[in-house]
């Protein structure tokens, strides 16, 4: 808490220094088309099992809708609120009955003004310049059950409060950002089928979202250096790991997902060199529980390095590729050691690691990877094709696919068709998932 | 002969090459007609083709101010319409090494992306500008020649003279950002302000037409002028962009801070 009031103080003094809440200054900050706006959009998407034991049958469909409210004042203050319903015909979490969520994905009031930025309320804070792997994407987490390609979609927000201050009424290339979000978002991933061992008492995904009380807050900041023509950022975070793992209860040996704690530090840029852009981003995290020494290591996952440098470039007027060299290294890296009387219980826990370390990938201490996406958009934006493949190499490699094709057959209407196709070693985080592949249409109309 | 004489003949010889302006001469003083110190608007980009009558439209509003260097612009677009590119923003700040700086703001993923020197030759916003189009040539960056003088060729403009200048790039970085390897502009002499443009590709072929009438006088102070009407044509595709400027407002005190990247990601 001491921490919060600190941040605040801090913060309350960076804005005093610039005298921020001008009205004159804040007059031509452009913020858009009037005062209020109503947007918002509908969409149906649906998945199809190309492989496995339910090849044919349908892995998820739903309707859902987004309704995008905003208004703004002459003096920058301003509320957004953007609602949600996600209908269900089938889904990840239940295979057999229609379901129904209605919830707030953002809602919080704000202030725009020259040089300053704050946002209190239910937000998603992506952070990170590389795109779909993001080291320093500390404060949101993705739904991986919505089986929607779009980060957009998947991605969650939380209770928080963002400020944001660059000197010199806005024109310093330096800004400096801080938040302090309340109960954190947890990622809920596509866990394989067996990697559980079976007849256990098992939760598969925490209870979401957690209790707000002060011990779970997370606290960020960053130093932004945004040229035209450069740009980086020096990042730290405290606050908890969004990827649930998994733990034995002695007593009663149901297993339960935890959200560790962790401390994190890192940095991005991007800048162009000739027709390339080049992404760099990288990330210390550091998890509770995660050194050698700790009572739960090989348990739980472990120190890492993320590391992404990512190159991208138009081919002609039509066409872009990117590729983005990914690795991951594990500081402290064992394997789980079991050293209770109950040899059940070794057994039990021993699974549960193993589960842990397929799903989180830390099977081993190196793990480079890649991506590769190849685009292609008409000139009137009509008809669009990507590929994009994820893959991951040495001692077994694992990979996903995503072709996909669009089509705009009127504005704001777009139609797409794609499939997402898991390969490789079956022992490994994609690779496992290879019973997932789908093929899936979107129709999504934005008002 | 007496000296009188001989020195008012030498003044008549003189006059064509003495007053004949250059094609550099020309276009400086297009350059500096153009030149609005800070310009506001509200835009209009519509597209179509030739062969179909359905068009699109995009809304945006747009800032440009110039630099401290006197020289180069700073713009800042917001579109707001249709929904698919709602509160997208792009930053181009021109500098003095001919590649310009470009970036995209796609609040769908809250992400700034930067533009590739090579893709400013690419599509601005699906019409036939492009990125290098939006920003503006500036003087220094070509060698100009004049090819003639006839009536302007547009219908606007169709009483006045024209002065008719060829341009080729000065380096490859320049050709590479424009996409262009040779331009002819057809420069009204009366207030210097350009009212037809040809534009050809780096295979040496006319590929695109422009048009510019609404000229209107936006700043009387200091003279001036801005094309409110930009017609641009892609001779190869059929493919056309109305690019319309209402609500002009000049030299209102414009804030710098607009033109930043902490800017472009400011959106409710």
Redo the contacts between chains.
Sequence with gaps: MMRFFVLSAVCLLLLQLDDAFSKTRARHIPLGNGNTNLSGRIYTDHYLFLQGANEGTLEQSSLSGWLDFDTHSETGLGLRAIGQFDAFYRSISDSLNPSFKASLREGYVSFLGTGVEIKIGQQIIPWGKSDGVNPTDYFTAKDYTLLNPDDEVRRMGALAANLSFTPKQGTSPVTFQVVVQANYPQTRLLIPEGSIPPGIAFQRYPDSPIPFQSSSFEFGGRILFQKPDFDFSLSAFSGFTHFPQYIVDPGTLQVRPITPAETAVGGDASFNIDAFVVRLESALHMPENGRDTDPLAGLVQPWHWDSVVGVERPIGDDFRAQFQFLYRWYVFYRSPTIATPNPTLNQLILGVANANALILNYQRQSNPGATFRLGYASEQSDFSADVFLIGYFSQGQDYLVRPQLGYTPVTNLKLTLGADIYGGDSTRPLGALRDRTHGFFEAKYLF | MNRKFVFAFSLLALTPSAFALSGKEIMTRNEDARKVNEFEARSKLI?GNTKDSST?SK?F?F?RKVQPDGIHNST?T?F?????V??EGI?I?E?GSG?N?V?LYLP????I???????QS??FM?SVFSYSDIATPHVDEYQYSVLKEENCPTKEAAAIKCHVVEALPANDDVKERTGYTKSVAWVRQDNFMVVKGEYYNLEGTLFKRLEASEIKLVDPKGRKWLSHLLFIENLK?G?FTRLEFSKVKVNG??????F????LQ???
């Design positions: 597209t699109k809304e509003s800032w800042f917001r707001h319409a249709p929904a698919e709602r509160n930053l700040v500098n590649k700086d970036l769908a993923y809250k992400k992306r930067r533009v590739e020197s090579q893709q690419g599509s699906g595709t493919d005190g414009i804030a710098d801070a607009i930043t990247q902490q800017n400011k959106v409710n």
